[in-house]
Every structure is written in C-alpha cells, then in structure tokens.
C-alpha cells in the first residue's frame, strides 16, 4: 500500500543553524508514527515542512502523493495539522472559530454546523463552547487546537505534542481519540512522553540534531537497550558464587553482576548477550543442576532508557 506520508531529504537551516539536516520517512494508512527528539532537534521543523507550513532549503514532502510545495491546496485538504502552541483567534469562541475553519475548509450552511458539533464532541470541548478561546485553560486551548485539525476528517493527521498541558485524565481521552482514528488514517505524532509511544504509536523515529538516529516499533528500540531482557535472580548469599558461575558460561550471557543484597539473599542479575533473550537457558540451568533461588525474573527496558542511549551517544 501506498504512504499517505512521504518526505524525503528534507532541509532546512536558520542562519548557522542547520535544524533538519536530510529527514526522508514514510507513514502508511493504520500508522501511528511517534516522533521524539530531544529540544531542538528539529521535529517542529520538519512537522511543518511536511504539513506545506515551511518551505524547505532542500527535498520534497508529500500527502496523498500531492507535492505540498507544488499543489498546496491539494495536500491540505487531505490533511489535519495540529501546530505547537495555542490557536490563534484567541478573541473567538471554540464555536465560531470552528465555523470559521469550516468555511475555510469549504464547507456551507448545515454542514458547517454538523462538522463543528462533530469535532466539538470528539474533541470534548462540550463545556466551554461558548467561553473565548483566550481565557480557556492550556488543555482546553489544546483541545480547541485538535477540534480544528480534525474537523475536515483528513485522512492524515500531523500533531506536534498534542497531549501538551493536558491533565493525565485529559492525556488519557486523547490517546484514545488517536487509537480510535489510526485504522482509517496515517498520523505522526511528536511528542516527549515516551509511555505516549508505547501507548498510541504502531512505530516510532527519534531523531537528533536533524537527523534520524532511530527507527522501529517501540518493542524494537527497547531491544536496543543493554539491559532489555537481562535476568534477576534472587538466590542465597551460600549459592550466589555457584550459581553466578555456572550461568555466566551460558552462551547467551554477556556478564552476571551483583546487582543488590538484602537479609541473606543476594539478586544477581544476568545480561543478555547482542541481543539474545537468556531467560529459557538460564531457567533450565538452574533446573538441570539443581541450583537453588528464591525469585526468577525478565527485567524490561524502559524506552526513556533507550532514549536517552542513543539521544546522548550521538551528540557530538
Ligand atoms: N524560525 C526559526 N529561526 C531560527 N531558528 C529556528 C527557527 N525555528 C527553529 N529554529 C531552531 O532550529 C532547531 C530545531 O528546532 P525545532 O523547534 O524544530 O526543534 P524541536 O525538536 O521541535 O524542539 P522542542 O522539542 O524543544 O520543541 C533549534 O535549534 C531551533 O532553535
């Protein structure tokens, strides 16, 4: 199938500073790309260029294979872009700047009033339609702001942290909102909360300093941290030198170290080597020789981890 989204050498420097330095991706139908970076790493960058919003220096971008440089209006029909920040019209209420969208998006008469109420209910904004933008709490500007990138149902969705300033109840309906609108669309999200990747995005890129550094499913990346897959096991301080030895000469362990010790039992934790899962061997190790332990367990990376691995192992 087709990618509804595709960039490809995307550039782009402001004066010394080169923020997007070649960016190519492809986002499918039923995609939920994760975008994450640290601070200036050029996400906002490259979302706008791909949403038609900045012109590149250098490559193209597209929606629905519509050039967003050469046929803008084309693109933009077909997409939904939520920008950082607030929306604009803050003197408007979400209701007539939601009609005002709508008639920009072409819509007349009935239709303006049953896309409106459509995307006010989607985006639960249901309380304070009639309130002014400007006096609205950060999430609820935030709402406002996904109310209008949805309003059109585009069958691609760009979202620059949408789950900025919202409560963790609020975080929460939107994360479903996105789950829900995945099947039928292609949706990248940029976004710093990591558990948001593994919650709502089939695959994520991480990019620093402008370019990719990273790009799998979140289960893939967390393969990349050393401690992905590594075992604890508690055994007794009397078996903990016997047991270290006889599963350190497993040919899926890259070391056994110490890794705590509490009223006479010791947690001895195995790491996997290049990537190999050592649980099964070292369960039935123990098992065929009879060692003795208290606790087995498969200890899981966290994706901050991983992050942050290769977030700072490429800063130069
Ligand atoms: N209009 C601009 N003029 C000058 N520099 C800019 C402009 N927009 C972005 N930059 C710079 O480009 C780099 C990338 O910025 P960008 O906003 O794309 O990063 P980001 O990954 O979205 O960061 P954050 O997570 O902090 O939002 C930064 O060094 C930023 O200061």
Redesign the pocket.
């Known amino acids: 199938m087709a990618a509804l989204i595709e960039a490809d050498g995307l550039r ?1 420097t ?2 010394a ?4 330095d070649g960016i190519s991706l492809s986002v499918k139908k039923g995609e939920v790309l994760g975008f994450l ?12 260029m791909i949403a038609g919003f ?1 012109e590149p220096d250098a490559g193209t971008a597209r929606i629905c294979d519509f050039d967003v440089q050469a046929t803008p209006k084309a693109a933009k029909t077909r997409l939904g872009y939520l920008p ?1 920040g607030a929306p604009a019209y803050g003197d408007m209420t979400p209701t007539t700047f939601l009609a005002f969208i709508a008639e920009i998006r072409g819509y007349r008469g009935a239709d303006v009033d049953t896309r409106v109420a459509a995307a006010i209910g989607r985006a639960g904004l249901g309380g304070v339609v009639d309130q002014r933008i400007e006096t609205l709490s950060k999430g609820y500007k935030r709402r406002v702001g996904i109310a209008q990138a949805i309003l059109h149902d585009p069958p691609v969705l760009i979202m ?2 949408p789950t900025d300033g919202l409560d963790p109840n609020q975080k929460h309906h939107v994360r479903e909102l996105i789950r829900e609108m995945a099947a039928t669309k292609a949706i990248i999200v ?1 976004t ?1 909360i990591l558990e948001e990747v593994e919650a709502v995005c089939t695959r994520a890129v991480i ?1 620093n300093k ?1 370019r990719i550094i990273a790009d799998g499913t979140a289960e893939s990346l967390l393969g990349r941290a050393a401690s992905h897959g590594a075992v604890a096991i508690k055994v007794a301080e009397t078996d903990a030198e016997r047991i270290a030895n006889a599963v350190q000469n497993l040919p899926e362990v890259a070391a056994v170290e110490t890794a705590g010790k509490t009223g006479g039992l010791i947690q001895l934790r195995a790491l996997p080597k290049n990537g190999s899962t050592p649980a099964k061997a070292i369960g039935e190790l123990l098992a065929r020789e009879q060692l003795p332990y208290q606790e087995l367990f498969v200890e899981r990376a966290k994706l901050d981890d991983v992050f942050r691995d290769i977030t700072t192992s490429t800063q130069a």
């Open positions: 782009k402001f004066g500073i080169t923020a997007v970076g640290p601070n200036g790493a050029g996400k906002s960058t490259t979302m706008k900045l950082e620059d942290e940029s710093h990019i402008g």
